[in-house]
């Protein structure tokens, strides 16, 4: 529509610049956020970087995210002048090309009139300096658990009182202020070596968070109540101020933007199946699994008896490499001989990519076996489907004792820190679930949670009070 003269006038466009890390896992939250923005009459770009390699296959790509949202504005960052030694870490790799972005950012900056904050995930911390160099308010969006910011902040502070490095000691428990004891295991691969340069670098990229204006967290309240306590009290980094930090989730994409316009097979099967019937097993934009693995998740489903959906991808050649494109999988070969005939009336088996926030609101769905990514824990949670937790990377063996231990809504596939899970363990899990009084409880426990998350994105709800709190900050610092 268009405004008059008078309007234009009195009503200058005010921006927010988003900047994300690479991955569906860390964009797809921003555009989440973004449209929270949109709904204050904030314009918004985000600032997208060059991605090292290609993306994963299936998986929404930013073509097909930004064509699915219009009113927000994708802007592609250039990739960096390359250097002379590209670090061969793909993480590394990533933080590197993030960092010697920013220049570019900050041109962005300059180019857009009246940037009213510039928000960063975590692994942009680096563009606080851009951000001050302009006068703007940076803010951290950290788009994991609330406990896992706090655990984050709390290794730093132990690793500042010790020697010891957290690979020595096995399964001996962390404790740190806001969560649950936690296995020395159990923490992200990255951070077992206090020397390694990931987790040196990791130490930079927090420390530069903590100059920000504040932080916003994607969860709620209720389902992290002691997390996000610990955090405004400063419990979990006592050696310095904590910048105030806010609760706006869950924000968890509603499946409208998956797949464009055309419905997904496995949609189609899923209303044909009875309600609260279906085992959904998907790991992620990045998860995948050996064909002997494949082979043995296969026989669990089948032995179960149990009605599945189950998303397959192809095997790594480079297990480390998380950002491997994968070819689409022969099913033929990577599961058991007759395990599809065998289980055609009861199962299906999608190949790299289903629409996974569909697929858990589907009435059908009754237990969710996922990688315990931060993203895919809030669908299935704000989806009321019970969690089934095989975490793979990043911080998801973290997610997992917070799910189980701390917000009650999953139970553990046990073997996930070994070589193999067994057959038998994904049978017992499933059934566990799907037939037992404990499995009930899960249930009645996850239909709180689900209307708690309701209750807190309501219009006097806690998530919508903090971001107007933050919104209105932006407005009165202006």
Not at 446 to 466: D, M
Request: glycine share 8%.
């Amino acid at each position: 529509e268009l405004l008059s003269p008078e309007l234009m006038e009195s009503k200058p466009s005010r921006n927010v610049v988003l900047y994300a890390a690479m991955g569906a896992g860390h964009l797809l939250p921003m555009v989440e956020l973004a449209k929270l923005f949109l709904t204050r009459g904030l314009d918004v770009t985000i600032a997208v970087p060059a991605t090292p390699g290609s993306g994963t296959t299936g998986s929404p790509t930013i073509a097909g995210i930004a064509a699915s949202n219009p009113s927000i504005t994708f802007h592609h960052l250039p990739p960096p002048p390359s250097c002379a030694d590209p670090d061969p870490n793909p993480l590394l790799l990533m933080l590197d090309v993030l960092r010697r972005s920013v220049p570019s950012l900050a041109s962005l900056l300059r180019s857009i009139p009246s940037v009213a904050a510039l928000v960063l995930d975590i692994f942009c911390a680096e563009a606080v300096d851009a951000a001050a160099a302009l006068h703007v308010p940076a803010y951290i969006y950290f788009t994991s658990a609330a406990g896992a910011f706090a655990a984050s902040l709390g290794l730093m502070h132990h690793y500042s009182t010790t020697t010891t490095n957290l690979r020595d000691m096995g399964k001996a428990l962390l404790r740190f202020p806001g969560v649950p004891p936690i296995p020395a295991s159990d923490m992200p691969s990255l951070v077992q070596d206090r020397e390694g340069r990931f987790y040196k670098a990791r130490v930079k990229l927090y420390a530069r968070a903590m100059e920000a204006s504040g932080v916003l967290l994607n969860t709620y309240e209720w389902l992290e109540a002691r997390a996000m306590g610990a955090l405004r009290e400063g419990a979990c980094s006592p050696d310095r101020p904590t910048p105030p930090v806010y609760c706006v989730g869950p924000l968890v994409a509603s499946g409208e933007e998956e797949g464009g316009g055309v419905r997904h097979a496995c949609l189609a099967w899923l209303d044909a199946q009875p309600a609260r019937s279906v085992v959904f097993l998907c790991f992620g934009s990045m998860g995948s699994f050996s064909a002997a693995q494949l082979k043995e998740i296969a026989r669990g489903l089948e032995s179960s008896g149990h009605r599945f959906l189950w998303v397959v991808r192809s095997p790594r050649q480079d297990p480390a490499n998380l950002l491997e494109h994968l070819p689409e999988p022969d099913l033929a070969a990577l599961l058991p001989e007759g395990f599809l005939e065998r289980t055609a009336d009861k199962g299906m088996v999608v190949k790299s990519w289903a629409p996974q926030a569909k697929v858990l609101r589907h009435a059908a769905t009754a237990a969710f076996v996922t990688h315990c990514g931060w993203n895919s824990t809030l669908e299935g949670i704000t989806a009321g489907v019970p969690l089934l937790c095989w975490p793979l990377y990043a911080e998801q063996r973290m997610n997992k004792v917070f799910i189980v231990e701390e917000m009650k809504v999953g139970v553990v596939i046990d073997g996930y820190d070994e070589e193999m899970v067994s057959a038998e363990e994904v049978e017992a899990k499933v059934r566990l679930v799907m037939e037992s009084e404990e499995g009930g409880k899960l249930l009645e426990r996850l239909a709180v949670a689900r209307a708690k998350a309701v209750e807190a994105l309501a219009e006097e709800g806690p998530s919508r009070v903090a971001f107007d709190e933050f919104i209105d900050r932006l407005v009165t610092s202006e």
